[in-house]
């Protein structure tokens, strides 16, 4: 088995590891750092393949690079996708973009001419398990070319992606938002496979799958909306929610930002279908409350339509990890994902907090409250690529 030595490892290298580039490449104390990731590209993630708009506006993912003069800023600001966001400053954007956005980080360290010394990649890496030393160092074991290897870090950061909650549903033809979003059954559906199509949730990513279908795809069948509650919908303020009269409650407002639903509602694209949604503006599309059902009665739903697809959120992909001695050490989580401190540290069941190994990506990272502010009614997690590139740098690597 081969074995060495890294200041910081990132295992994973979706939006959420990636974005944190531009900071760590700064540090003057990062002299190794092992980038591992699964697939053969760096950056982007699922959300390359996305069919969607950011629940964000393009001015957000200028942020970072603008009036600055260092080697990567400069870089960034001469791609596409700079001339894309600045052009829809105001506007959402495309996923598909961002993605794209985001994979050129990764290519300037690559091809830079000393940071890719600083800078190792390894893709098509699997990372297995993550071990804990007795100096307080992580060993990360991770196949690559059906061959196993070590590696030693003083810092790992841990953001293998997000895998869709798997909700058990009595009903064989369902699939994941995932599998929509990326337009794999979109053959299927343009060929009228599925005469009634359900949609199990609320999220951003159930109305997402609902603009697939309806203005993309163009479905004219009958659509059902599962749902158990309203939709959560994004305010810039409580006068702002008042004057559309939309109902809310003291704890769905951000005390820092004033905001409503700061970070829970949806936003751009997804706000205004939503309110087509209410208006009931979408002939062939009927929303019905399940809070109430029970299981028998949620079947004999699912019974009456031809394909169900469940948007029921996501949670981190898991990883192995191990005490010193080698046994199993289980984190502790909750609905929502992996419970994290103030630092993105994970901690264990008998509440042990893991030092230097940091965790904020999907099904992972952020609370509300604190610093980052947000809705006390919001009990999930505050991620994308602003949390990622303004804010987790200031928690983990300072």
């Not at 929509?180 to 949609?199: F, S, T, V």
């Not at 163009?218 to 158990?228: G, M, T």
Request: hydrophobic content about 35%; glycine content about 8%; overall charge negative.
């Amino acid at each position: 088995m081969n074995k060495d030595d890294y200041d910081i490892i990132l295992c994973g290298a979706g939006p959420a590891n990636i974005s944190l580039l531009p900071d760590l490449i700064q540090k003057e104390d990062i002299h190794r750092c092992l980038i591992l990731e699964k697939s053969n590209t760096l950056g982007s993630g699922a959300i390359g393949q996305y069919r969607i708009t950011a629940n964000s506006l393009g001015g957000v993912f200028l942020e970072k690079f603008q009036n600055k003069d260092d080697e990567l800023s400069r870089y960034m600001r001469t791609t596409a996708e700079w001339a894309y966001f600045s052009e829809r400053r105001d506007e959402a954007v495309e996923l598909r973009y961002v993605g794209r956005f985001l994979e050129h980080i990764g290519a300037f360290v690559q091809q830079h001419k000393t940071l890719y010394k600083r800078f190792e990649i390894s893709t098509l890496s699997t990372v297995e398990e993550i071990q804990l030393s007795d100096d307080g160092r992580y060993a990360v074991r991770y196949t690559v070319d059906g061959q196993t290897r070590e590696a030693r870090c003083r810092k790992v950061m841990v953001n293998l992606g997000g895998q869709v909650n798997n909700v058990a549903l009595p009903h064989l033809n369902a699939i994941n938002s995932d599998a929509m979003l990326k337009g794999e059954y979109d053959e299927q559906i343009k060929a009228g496979h599925y005469q009634n199509i359900a949609i199990l949730g609320s999220s951003h990513s159930a109305v997402s799958c609902l603009i697939r279908l309806i203005e993309q795809l163009d479905v004219k069948n009958p659509i059902q909306l599962l749902v158990k509650r309203d939709f959560k919908l994004f305010f810039d303020s409580p006068q702002a929610a008042l004057t559309q009269g939309y109902p809310f409650v003291d704890a769905d407002v951000c005390q820092a930002s004033q905001r409503v639903n700061r970070y829970s509602g949806l936003r751009y694209d997804s706000f205004t279908f939503a309110r087509k949604i209410q208006r009931g503006e979408i002939p062939n599309l009927t929303v019905v409350n399940i809070a109430a059902d029970d299981p028998e009665t949620l079947r004999k739903r699912l019974d009456s339509v031809d394909l169900t697809i469940k948007c029921t959120g996501f949670s981190a992909t898991p990883v192995r990890v191990l005490d010193i001695d080698g046994s199993p050490i289980t984190l502790r989580q909750d609905a929502h994902g992996l419970i994290v401190d103030h630092r993105l540290n994970p901690s264990t069941v008998s509440n042990r907090t893991l030092e230097n190994f940091h965790a904020f990506g999907l099904g992972a990272g952020i609370k509300t409250g604190g610093d980052s502010g947000g809705e006390e009614s919001f009990s999930g997690r505050i991620d994308g690529v602003w949390i990622y590139q303004h804010v987790v740098p200031r928690l983990t690597c300072h």
